[in-house]
Nanobody, 122 residues
Framework: VQLQASGGGLVQSGGSQRLSCAPS????????IAWFRQAPGKEREKVSC????????YYADSVKGRFAISRDNAKNTVYLQMNSLKPEDTAVYYC????????????????WGQGTLVTVSS
């Protein structure tokens, strides 16, 4: 499955950005889509995830209350709405897909998008 991630860019601290993740030739049913991010010199971390099976979601503590993940069935796209952005949110954001639930680790996400850079200026 090929995933297309988009929506990154430069935003000021406190601002908002919305990322999109869409698959090519694949319907997002009965899978989980996660957003990971990797900052320079840091490990790639899972920041949010949504299960298209039951709609359950996951958020890392660092983004709870600021980020919101959602799915548009008509557009077959998953979005990550990022609000109140901070400089520490600066990273390359990747969307990834697994046939399992959102509780799985990075190794269980077999399909990845190309990454989109989000830069938050202070």
């Amino acid at each position: 499955v090929q995933l297309q991630a988009s929506g990154g860019g430069l935003v000021q601290s406190g601002g908002s950005q919305r990322l999109s993740c869409a698959p090519s030739g694949y319907t997002l049913d009965y899978v989980s889509i996660a957003w990971f991010r990797q900052a320079p010199g840091k490990e790639r971390e899972k920041v949010s995830c949504i299960s298209t099976s039951d709609g359950s979601t996951y958020y890392a503590d660092s983004v709870k209350g600021r980020f919101a993940i959602s799915r548009d069935n008509a557009k077959n796209t998953v979005y990550l709405q990022m609000n109140s952005l901070k400089p520490e949110d600066t990273a390359v954001y990747y969307c990834a897909l697994t046939g399992y639930g959102c509780d799985r680790g990075r190794a269980d996400f077999g399909s990845w998008g190309q990454g989109t850079l989000v830069t938050v200026s202070s």
